[in-house]
């Protein structure tokens, strides 16, 4: 038989068992009903395959993903998510931890039965991928060839983008049960990983809030005022920090798993932004990532618009420099993080929209561009969404070995990174402020860093570098991400206005000095891997009556402080020396004979919980002295926005300084302030002074 003839027979083939499985009549029936145009549906979502054992969304919920009026709470997307799992071997769900108001946030993972059986072995097969060092050309070719990519996609870090977890949802089933080559296809060559809701915490609240202005349409309804328990939109803006639950659950998964993909959904702008930015872009990260954000975008944009989809485009929107948004976490892995904007209409209303003249003026990056007017729907949404994920699944499916030889180049380069792009190593002194260091460290660490300490006195450029100092040495496979945190960053003026965050060098953040070393000869330095992130020993040294806390400009100085409410203590008011020391101005002076007769044992539990060194003294330095105290504090939120003030909650609450949550209303109204409080904080907020004042009507 010719090859053409048996390709051709091969294709009828499968198209035929394609058209032979069962499609659930009133599902499809809902999903074009919902659709408002048919440019806005693909072959690929246009149905809905009908399983036999595997529950569709609507027999779990009651109504199709994407269905009008219609938003689903997290705990039934994760209740159905388990109902999958339990009806199909093609699927399983793990729990990625907690929010911090207690919700769980949860991992789904779909492909062959087969690959999930063996998928601690395809965990191992990317963790040596991850770390080139130990394993050869060959052997990694045959890891690439027995291995198979994780691909990952996220819903709902934004509260009020709607679309993803319900197609996320549709998309589960879908991989689950569609016997179609493309299905097959994916689920074959990946494993997909699913978190179909980020933000918990807002989430629930945004569907409360939907649900209840949907049942009275005649009452005037609050804004989504809290998202997370902290923070709103910015929650989008912790990929270096990791203050928030979501960030740390996200990074301890993504170390887990080492995904070469990591695909974000977001919905602004029309109708679907697939992200490779205009740049500049991070200069951090290598170039291959980069080629790997075009190819995979543009490939995406043309599948879409050879099926007639209207408004799909690349390359604008925003620069690619920032490394502070979530899917950083793959960026700075050697893996690929990526996003898609979708049309989004904050619920699941159907609404008429218009489309800014900008936006749907056509350029070289948007020959395709979007209606300027449109009637937009909830299942708009997820088709696009939904069509453009199978699509990149598909690509990254029929390219495996692609994006698994790719992933190892990277972390290979990076490992020659001192070598062929410098810097050779970061060090990090803990002499001035041993707390800082140690927590910069932790979080390296958490970042999946690798730190050493020097285990003697080194000179190098010039610099003398203690022993016990932290080496970040570039010689590892995530050598960028640590190169990216401790550099200097430069955003050239000339360029295109940022999008977001110019500067960002971590130990500056601190009051750290780090050594930028590009002499190699450091590496071979005798050094010892930090095997668990370093915690200060804090005790009280010495005997006497008065006890001294050098002023080292440590945060954990105010730690100490509030712990210690109740005790009469002092701040010096100049440099002085005692007991063969130096301290400070700023030093805080304890005195027994001021404070009660447990105070040594006040100053050993709290010198040990915080980290701080106390030095017991015969007598009081002769130094002028003030009193310091531990402050009654107000935060003051609005009713406008309590992004801002969020992030000084999430500060006060982690160096765990007691403060009292007011409203602007509260200090408007009470008579008597300076009774109740010594200090009110009011972040920046938006809005006119009289909108604070008297708040939303």
């Known amino acids: ?244 639950a979501l960030s740390r659950n996200v990074t301890k998964t993504f170390l887990e798993y080492k995904p070469q993909v990591f695909h974000d959904l977001h919905e602004s702008i029309p109708f679907l932004y697939v992200s490779t930015g205009m740049g500049p872009y991070n200069a951090w990260l290598d170039p291959i990532v980069i080629n790997e954000w075009q190819k995979m975008s543009w490939n995406e944009v043309e599948q879409m618009t050879k099926r007639g989809v209207p408004g799909v485009w690349t390359h604008g929107f925003y620069d690619g420099w920032a490394a502070n948004y979530m899917f950083t976490v793959a960026n700075g892995h050697n893996a690929i993080g990526r996003f898609y904007e979708t049309f989004g209409n904050g619920g699941a209303d159907t609404m008429e929209r218009t489309v800014s003249g900008a936006q749907s003026s056509r350029a070289w990056f948007r020959p395709n561009p979007p209606l300027p007017k449109v009637l937009w729907s909830h299942r708009n949404n997820v088709n696009l969404q939904q069509s453009g994920l199978l699509l990149s699944l598909d690509y990254a499916a029929t390219n495996k070995e692609t994006f698994l030889r790719n992933f190892w180049l990277k972390g290979k380069r990076s490992v020659a990174k001192p070598e062929n792009e410098g810097p050779a190593a970061y060090v990090i002194s803990r002499e001035e402020r041993p707390n800082e260091a140690a927590s910069l460290t932790a979080l390296l660490m958490n970042h999946g860093v690798e730190v050493h300490t020097l285990e003697g006195e080194v000179e190098t450029g010039g610099a003398r570098l203690a022993e016990g100092s932290f080496v970040i040495r570039m010689d590892q496979p995530y050598s960028r991400m640590a190169d990216m945190f401790l550099d200097r960053q430069y955003y050239n003026p000339n360029d295109t206005p940022p999008y977001d965050d110019t500067g960002w060098t971590l130990t500056a953040l601190r009051n750290l000095k780090a050594v930028r070393v590009t002499e190699t000869s450091l590496l071979k330095a005798p050094m010892a891997r930090v095997g668990t992130p370093p915690v200060v020993d804090g005790r009280v040294n010495g005997e006497g009556r008065v006890y001294l806390v050098n002023h080292n400009a440590e945060r954990h100085l105010a730690r100490l402080r509030f712990a210690l409410a109740g005790l009469k203590v002092q701040a010096a008011e100049a440099p002085f020396e005692a007991g063969g020391r130096k301290y400070s101005a700023g030093t805080f002076i304890l005195d027994s004979g001021e404070n009660p007769a447990n105070l040594r044992q006040r100053l050993e539990d709290a010198a040990k919980e915080h980290g701080v060194q106390v030095h017991a003294v015969a007598s009081l330095p002769e130094v002028g002295r003030h009193p310091v105290a531990a402050p009654r504090i107000a935060l003051v939120h609005t009713w406008l926005s309590t992004q801002t003030e969020g992030w000084f909650r999430v500060a006060l609450d982690g160096e765990k300084i007691p403060y009292k949550y007011v409203s602007g209303q509260y200090l408007r109204d009470k008579r008597a302030l300076r009774d109740e409080f010594d200090v009110i904080i009011l972040g920046p907020t938006p809005g006119s002074a009289q909108r604070i004042v008297n708040g939303n009507p």
């Open 1 to 244: 038989m010719p090859l053409r003839t048996f390709l051709s027979f091969l294709l009828l083939a499968a198209a035929a068992f394609a058209q032979a499985q069962p499609v659930d009549e009133g599902y499809t029936r809902q999903i074009r009903e919902f659709t408002t145009a048919p440019h806005f549906l693909t072959e690929l979502v246009d149905h809905l395959p009908a399983s036999a054992t595997v529950p569709t969304p609507e027999k779990a919920l009651g109504y199709i993903a994407g269905a009008k009026d219609k938003l689903t709470y997290a705990a039934e997307i994760h209740k159905y998510m388990r109902d999958i799992a339990a009806a199909s071997p093609r699927v399983r769900v793990v729990s990625m931890g907690q929010s911090e108001e207690g919700r769980e946030m949860i991992l789904v993972l779909i492909s062959d039965e087969a690959n999930l059986k063996r998928i601690d072995e395809l965990k191992r097969i990317t963790g040596r991928l991850a770390d080139p060092r130990g394993v050869s050309d060959a052997e990694a070719e045959k890891l690439i060839t027995t291995g198979v990519p994780f691909y990952w996609a996220t819903g709902a870090i934004h509260s009020t983008e709607t679309g993803s977890p319900h197609m996320l949802m549709e998309l589960v089933y879908r991989l689950a049960v569609t016997e179609t080559p493309l299905a097959r296809n994916i689920r074959k060559n990946l494993v997909v990983m699913v978190t179909p809701v980020i933000e918990v915490d807002g989430w629930e609240r945004h569907v409360d809030l939907y649900r209840w202005k949907k049942a009275n349409p005649d009452r005037a309804a609050a804004s989504l005022l809290y998202w997370g328990k902290y923070v709103a939109h910015d929650n989008n803006r912790d990929g270096m920090g990791l203050s928030l």
